[in-house]
């Protein structure tokens, strides 16, 4: 079956840049997509189709691609972006959604 | 606002059965594909079941064959029949909503969730 894979655990500094990476053998022809999770609530979407952000979501989230790897930026890492974040996908013939692991994103 | 409402959950041997449902307010429900995702305590997220707009219906392995997804569009209701549950499906479950496919394209992801509601499957 297919899957993504992300980092168990990513830490940063407030005001430093969080990347989050996700790899997966369709992404090349598939589109990514990331969900913000905090403890006790329902996921969130950040990025769509690689790199829009839904109405709402700061600027400081960005979502970029190359080859096999997807990668959710957060630039100027606030406290409050402490989260699970997942990256989700399809496989190849575009009918099976798939997750990534998740992230656990740290503000030190 | 869009709304999405789960409800049904509860304790079930395992073996059992479990009808978990979700309403939806604030869209047109019938113009858009709708899903089930799963998360067990401390885990990560899992899609389950999808439906489309012209009710055309999906799953994993994991559940194929026990679970079952519908929906009532005069109602604007989702459901999703679980049978022979197992322990392993144990979690909080999650209504989604995701933009239906269009004749040239189909983006599948999920714009807006519900708040869950939890299947405990134990004896």
């Known amino acids: 079956s297919y899957e993504l894979t992300q980092p168990t655990s990513v830490s940063v500094s407030p005001g430093q840049t969080a990347r989050i990476t996700c790899s997966g053998d369709a992404l090349p022809k598939q589109y990514a997509y990331w969900y913000q999770q905090k403890p006790g609530q329902a996921p969130v979407l950040v990025i769509y189709k690689d790199n829009e952000r839904p109405s709402g979501i700061p600027e400081r989230f960005s979502g970029s691609g190359s080859g096999t790897t997807v990668t959710l930026t957060i630039s100027g890492v606030q406290a409050e972006d402490e989260a699970d974040y997942y990256c989700?996908?399809?496989?190849?013939?575009?009918?099976?959604?798939?997750f990534g692991g998740g992230t656990k994103l740290t503000v030190l | 606002e869009v709304q999405l409402v789960e409800s049904g959950g509860g304790l079930v041997q395992p073996g059992g059965s479990l009808r978990l449902s979700c309403a939806a307010s604030g869209f047109t429900f019938s113009s858009y594909d709708m899903h089930w995702v799963r998360q067990a305590t401390g885990k990560g997220l899992e899609w389950v079941s999808g439906i489309g707009t012209a009710g055309d219906t999906y799953y994993p392995g994991s559940v194929k064959g026990r679970f079952t997804i519908s929906r009532e569009n005069a109602t604007n209701s989702l459901y999703l029949q679980m049978n022979s549950l197992r322990a392993e499906d144990t979690a909080v479950y999650y209504c989604a909503r995701a933009p239906s496919c269009s004749s040239t394209s189909c983006y599948r992801y999920f714009d807006y969730w519900g708040q869950g509601t939890l299947v405990t499957v134990s004896s």
């Open positions: 989700q996908s399809v496989d190849s013939s575009n009918t099976y959604l798939v």
